[in-house]
């Protein structure tokens, strides 16, 4: 399926380069312009995959230990409201 949202945006992109000077409807610029957003989509996505490897990797030792975690708050509050008690 096609996602139709972009086009309006690299319509008015290209409008806009082309209304300053810096960019001609030409065969060649034509390429280039459509071998940048292919290059550049392609590296951002590239680059969510990697990210969202880095984060999963990292959530399983949380969800590992989250028990154990949550087990440790809960008793150095409870370590610290006797401890108040106590002294106070």
């Known amino acids: 399926m096609l996602n139709f949202l972009p086009v309006p945006f690299y319509v008015f992109t290209s409008i806009s380069i082309a209304s300053s000077g ?31 490897k880095m984060i999963e990797a990292k959530t399983t030792f949380l969800m590992k230990n989250i028990n154990n975690i949550i087990g440790s708050i809960t008793g150095l509050i409870a370590a610290f409201t006797v401890f108040k008690l106590m002294y106070n």
Request: charged fraction near 10%; hydrophobic fraction near 60%.
């Open 22 to 52: 810096y960019f001609h409807f030409e065969k060649f610029e034509i390429i280039n312009f459509v071998l940048g957003v292919m290059l550049g989509s392609f590296s951002v996505f590239y680059l969510y995959i990697v990210s969202f």
